[in-house]
């Protein structure tokens, strides 16, 4: 593949601003001795990149160091701030020196209003009002680069992307089904029901590190989720059985962990061990999606027992009225902790930073949504109106997530976070699938998702090495890898510099979001062009040829076109999976982002998890009504693996 600009190629510039014409505004070039804490030393803006230096007293240990600014409109926002990181020990260790070097030419800067120090220790926050105008020096700062040109126009479903992901003997599918089962209600001591390991990596594994031997909410509510749609969709009894069994222990155990007597954030606790006793050690918490999630799945697996006949007075006790049955049914204490706490920042899906997430938003909306429904079905009203005034509110605030200046949605809104300075993140697209509440906000089809999914996935192109290979061993066209976003350094272990890969699960989202949107814009009945989503339709359906302002109508040559790109590219990244993916079908979390290699965590329950639900999209779009249902009534095996 031709070298291509990454979306954010102007950020290259920033390790080069130092051999422009950079002018350093200096204000103090020793610690205060004045009885402050904190004293900015120095300062420039050049090339579009954002240079300052502190003197920060060494008060206590965790230390979180923020200058805040007016953007280049003269706005401060919580998007016009900056962090700092340690850089050095200074004289006897009283003082240290902070430093930040951050690209913001997409907002710009005109003053630096003050900056902070919190003492997060010994719980103190200290500021220095600054108040300076700042001047651009050296070179220009760049403009947001416009996506690459598309290196492949894949169209339609692929033959072997169909024989890969078939309901047979050895195929992935029936691969990835067999060995999530084995990750709940995992055979291994001390295990209880109705949990799920995260991956077989641990103390009781043959690979331990990294140690994922724990039931992470997040995790656990995601698998029992495709379990609930293979409850829904099987038609044998006895396999319908096992998947309700299944669905009933998780519901009961989610209520234990409920009831710990050690949670340390409420219900924001982001996971436990096997034996569903609390993990109390240190760790990115609350993690507020968990029970966004978990309630979704119930709300979504009480409505089928319903429908199959179940009695209302199952669900009240075992899965809804936590109020009279708090040992036994989680569900309306998770949905009233999601309308109490939506507002309140907490870590993200990858458990990195805290601030508001759009994904965790996301998942918190279609919980309250269809929460309220099902609230107003169980005859509670106090709740079902509890949670539709949380629904509205929390509705008013996903505009803010959307960024003119970057034609993208945030993945948080607030100051640049563990290095983040692209504002992408695959989680924007985690967030659709998983929070989508089929109302028309924030769908596959919105034109600010659309073009955030175009920015997400291209931004790897460049990252990645693996990208240069664009087909498989037969010619056919493999999609973009995709990992977590383009600043990570996780290897699966630790982190290293370019240490970053794709992973299976972020590789199977963008497949499982091109079949969605493919399916939501034949239930559209028409696909309409404007500025904001016409660049993806240019990257991903070039030959389709669409025009600015113009709709296209269901089986229309142009939108055929259209469709047909969306379902090609989406077996594109299956492909990529496919690609590499060991012969024996097994998923880890990542492959190497040089190699195609699988490393980190083995047999990530997550990773077969997105596999399902990709292609229970892709059955979807191709109107396979009985694909689910067949591999539904294959049962569970007994589960013997330790």
Not at 396 to 425: C, M
Request: hydrophobic content about 35%; overall charge negative.
């Amino acid at each position: 593949m031709k070298s291509i600009r990454n979306v954010f190629a102007g950020l290259a510039l920033a390790g080069t601003a130092l051999s422009q014409a950079c002018q350093t505004t200096t204000l103090t070039s020793s610690v205060p001795s004045n009885g402050m804490e904190l004293a900015l030393a120095s300062y420039w803006y050049c090339g579009g990149t954002l240079n300052a230096t502190a003197y920060i007293a060494n008060l206590d240990y965790n230390k979180v160091v923020s200058l805040y600014y007016t953007n280049a409109q003269g706005q401060s926002t919580p998007l016009s701030v900056v962090t700092f990181g340690y850089s050095s020990s200074i004289g006897n260790g009283d003082f240290e020196l902070w430093t930040t070097s951050t690209p913001i030419f997409i907002d710009g800067v005109t003053k630096l209003l003050n900056l902070t120090f919190q003492a997060t220790d010994i719980g103190q926050t200290y500021a220095q009002t600054l108040n300076l105008p700042v001047n651009a020096t050296g070179a220009a700062a760049p403009t947001l680069a416009s996506p690459p040109a598309p290196y492949a126009t894949p169209k339609g479903f692929g033959e072997d992307i169909t024989s890969w992901l078939s309901i047979n003997v050895g195929s992935e599918a029936e691969t990835a089904f067999q060995k999530m089962f084995v990750n709940i209600n995992p055979n291994v001591t001390g295990a209880v029901k109705g949990v799920v390991v995260a991956a077989r990596s641990g103390p009781t594994y043959p690979q331990t590190d990294p140690d994922y031997e724990y039931n992470w909410v997040r995790d656990a509510s995601l698998t029992m989720d495709v379990v609930q749609s293979l409850y829904s969709a099987s038609t044998k009894k006895k396999s319908q059985s096992q998947y309700e069994d299944i669905l009933f222990e998780y519901a009961t155990a989610r209520a234990t962990e409920q009831t710990d007597p050690n949670l340390q954030t409420g219900l924001g606790e982001p996971k436990f061990y096997l034996n569903n006793t609390i993990f109390s050690g240190p760790w990115g918490r609350p993690q507020n999606d968990g029970p966004a999630t978990s309630a979704i799945t119930l709300i979504k697996f009480a409505n089928d027992y319903l429908a199959n006949g179940g009695s209302m007075d199952t669900v009240k006790q075992k899965i809804y009225d936590s109020t009279t049955y708090p040992a036994s049914a989680p569900m309306q204490k998770d949905l009233l902790f999601v309308a109490s706490n939506w507002s309140s920042p907490s870590f993200d899906l990858w458990e990195e930073e805290e601030s508001d997430h759009f994904y965790t938003r996301m998942v918190q909306r279609r919980a309250l949504v269809s929460g309220a429904a099902f609230a107003s079905k169980m005859g509670d009203s106090t709740t079902s109106a509890t949670l539709s005034a949380a629904a509205t509110a929390l509705t008013a605030t996903l505009g803010q997530f959307w960024d003119v200046n970057r034609h993208t949605i945030l993945y948080e809104y607030g100051p640049v976070l563990h290095g983040k300075s692209s504002y992408l993140d695959i989680a924007v697209v985690l967030g659709v699938i998983h929070g989508y509440a089929g109302d028309g906000v924030y769908g596959f089809t919105n034109d600010e998702v659309l073009s955030s999914a175009l920015r997400i996935s291209t931004s790897f192109i460049d990252v990645y090495p693996l990208a240069n290979k664009t087909t498989d061993s037969t010619g056919n066209i493999l999609g973009i890898p995709i990992g977590r976003y383009p600043e990570d350094v996780y290897n699966g272990t630790g982190t290293e510099d370019n240490g970053g890969n794709p992973w299976y699960l972020c590789t199977a989202a963008m497949a499982q979001f091109m079949y969605s949107a493919s399916s939501q814009y034949a239930d559209d009945g028409s696909i309409s062009i404007t500025n904001i989503s016409k660049p993806f339709f240019d990257y991903f359906t070039p030959t389709a040829d669409l025009s600015l302002g113009q709709s296209y109508a269901y089986g229309s040559p142009q939108y055929n076109h259209a469709i047909n790109g969306l379902n090609g590219w989406g077996d594109a990244f299956m492909r990529t999976i496919k690609h590499y993916t060991p012969t024996d079908g097994t998923l880890t979390e990542e492959y190497n982002r040089n190699t195609g290699v699988p490393q980190g965590a083995a047999d990530l329950t997550w990773s077969y998890a997105s596999v399902l639900t990709a292609a229970f999209a892709r059955a979807e779009t191709r109107g396979q009504k009985g694909y689910v249902r067949n591999l539904a009534n294959l049962g569970v095996q007994a589960n013997t693996a330790a």
